[in-house]
């Protein structure tokens, strides 16, 4: 091997490692840090319920619960191993309902408390079960605040013992879970600016308006099934719908006539208008096995329509807004299976 | 063209073949004064691509810095404005006016970055901005309806912290880019110094060959023009060589340390932030419990961003500061789950959860104050002396050329 070759072969091996050592990668910055929750259990998948032909009530509107087994027991004798015997021992009432409904579900920031017409009949079957006065009986309830489309599948998960959140009784609705007997009748209308020449949901129809509805309520499927020509936009909650309409995203809001006068009294550049085009009886929801629970209830609330309680609590929440009204009748005659 | 190609050629053939002495002196002239002119010219071309592409990394890494500085005082606003909201009509007026201070911090730094980023990124600051204004609207009308107990106050709330969601989720993209760009940047400048090498080792193989031909042919001990210029070569190689490492290294040193950990820590208040207003955000809802899973993955977020920290500053108080809030953040839960609401918000607000997040808040504060300033310093310090290494680069290049052609000259003379 000549000079000239050592020299090249010397080279060959020196450059490259030189270039090597040049071209060494150091430390550069990560991607941002992305944690992750611990996993939950993955969500059943979702059942589809229809209406049974022969459960359908075609023609009797006020659909029926479970009769009183008979009149109500006190608080101090609740039959042994009943849904009721438990929730007293638990020492509290699990409650789903609403805190944006205004009149049946809203928290009052100052108090703190979620107060409305639906609380109030919660308080009433928190006393018959615990006996407790109105001093205390807030403090028995365990209130969850839900959406809209979370109050049957709280109640189907055992989350809540009983649900009051303006919940329509309907047969589909029957297949997933249990209804008292109705508390309360309200029915579907629309809410649009003050200003707006709309007069009826016939008038949004034919204008094929955009109008806000809340997602899992009936209300949506009424429009959805009567008025398909309006482009529905669903929001969790009825509230939402109110911001929608505000920042002019839609141009109406359609819901239930007491949910609207909650949502007139917050916006009194807003008004309710048409006539009902649906009806909607109110019941409080619960678990379809706790049957026993729904019969209790149902007795509570054949004292209540009896003794005046009813009448009172509608006057305190909603006689002003929607005028005077009496309790609607219960209807009974379904059977257990 | 075609002649200087006859002329290289001429001249190779004379290397190669050994023409005349004086033709092979001319050669190895020649080619040693144009390898010794391009390594003053292209390596200090190449010393300054690494002088601006570590000046460039550092700018990238102060906007990173910046851009997160306004992600979190956006998601710290956001967090006060929930924690006020669930306070009901009373708010607290020392968080209020935070949390205007915060605002208006976060309007005046998307200004100054988005005047130094990129087209694309300062694009998606500006629409930020325009966010920020409907953002902070949407927060008086929440407050305003709350003051007067309408719950559409809480539709707005959320209304907003969902429109914060998406600010932070575009300011999150600008930093990937910029995180993008300081890479790039410290691959340009790793790149860059190869230019010093490439053409320096070469020359210093023809002086050193050169220079022991001319003086073998010629019987002298050593030509010394040509032992200078190869000195001088050497000497830039490893004093040149050594400093452009030592930037490069300083540099990722800083990316690798302080910058990185200064990262860390604005991703780890960030996160918490949001973990602390999802807190409230669960209250409001009261026991929906579905929102604790956000809390959740934003914790978890926190406290791995504090755990890497940990592994490159070698202090983990923060993360036993965060540890210690999320015990507090578990008993608000446990006690909304088990229906004592008023219990839950009491601690959340003002009770343990609430003094035990404020300790993190002062204790990350100073960390991630202390650590951006370190990495500001560190990136900006890098690069120094690399300016004046590539004009004592440009001059030694063309002094070893005249060197070369003083030390062949002299022999060349001989044949005058």
Known sequence: ?337 | MQVFGGTVGRAWRAVATGGDTPTRLRTWMVGSVVVAVLFGVLGAVGVGRRDSALGDGDAASQQLIAVQDVQVRLVHADSIARENYLRGGIEDAAKRATYETELAAVSDGLVAVGNRVLPDDAAMLAAVSAQLTRYSGLIEQARANNRQGFPVGAAYLRTANDLATTMVASLRDVQSSLRSQVNDNLDGADTAGLWLHLTGWPLLVLLLTGGGWVAFRFRRLLNVPLAVAAGVTLLLLVIGGSMQGSAMSDAENATGSSLQAADLAAQARSAAFEAHAQESSTLIARGSGGLDVAWQASAATAASALARMCIITGDCTLVGTFGSYAEAHDAVRASDDAGDWDGARAASLDGEAAIAFAAFDEASSAAAASLGAEAASAMSSAADGLAVLRVVLFLAGLSVAALVLVGYGQRLREYR
């Open chain 1, 1 to 337: 091997m000549n000079a000239r070759t050592r020299t090249s072969s010397a080279l060959a091996v020196a450059l490259p490692a030189l270039l090597l050592v040049a071209c060494a990668g150091g430390e550069r910055l990560p991607a941002a840090v992305q944690g992750e929750a611990p996993s939950t259990s993955a969500a059943p998948p979702a059942q589809t319920f229809t209406c049974p032909a022969d459960q359908q009530e075609v023609g009797d509107l006020t659909p029926k619960s479970y009769a009183p087994d008979g009149p109500l027991p006190s608080p101090d004798d609740l039959p042994a191993g009943s849904t009721m015997a438990a929730i007293r021992a638990s020492g509290t009432l699990r409650v789903g309902v609403s805190a944006d409904t205004l009149l049946f579900g809203a928290r009052n920031p100052q108090t703190g408390q979620i107060e409305g017409f639906d609380i109030d009949m919660l308080k009433e079957v928190a006393k018959a079960i615990f006996g407790a006065d109105d001093d205390t009986v807030y403090d028995l309830l365990d209130i969850v605040v839900i959406p809209y489309s979370q109050r049957i599948p709280k109640l189907r998960s055992g989350e809540v013992d009983i649900v009051a959140h303006t919940m329509t009784i309907n047969c589909v609705r029957w297949q997933q879970i249990a209804f008292t007997s109705e508390y309360y009748t309200s029915g579907q209308r629309v809410l649009v600016e003050a200003t707006s020449s709309y007069q009826s949901i016939d008038d949004l129809a034919a204008a094929q308006a955009t109008v806000c509805v809340p997602d899992g309520s009936t209300n949506q499927e009424n429009l959805a099934r009567d008025y398909p020509q309006i482009t529905a936009v669903a929001v969790p909650d009825i509230s939402d719908c109110l911001v929608a309409m505000q920042s002019g995203a839609v141009q109406a809001i359609t819901g239930d006539d007491t949910v609207l006068a909650g949502l007139q009294v917050q916006d009194p550049a807003t008004k309710v208008v048409g006539e009902n085009f649906s009806f909607e009886p109110y019941g409080l929801g619960i678990a379809a096995d706790r049957v026993d629970l729904v019969k209790f209830v149902n007795a509570l609330l054949a004292e209540m329509r009896d003794d005046g309680r009813w009448q009172a609590i509608y006057d305190d929440w909603l006689a002003a807004a929607l005028g005077p009204q009496s309790p609607p009748a219960a209807r009974y005659g379904r059977t257990e299976g």
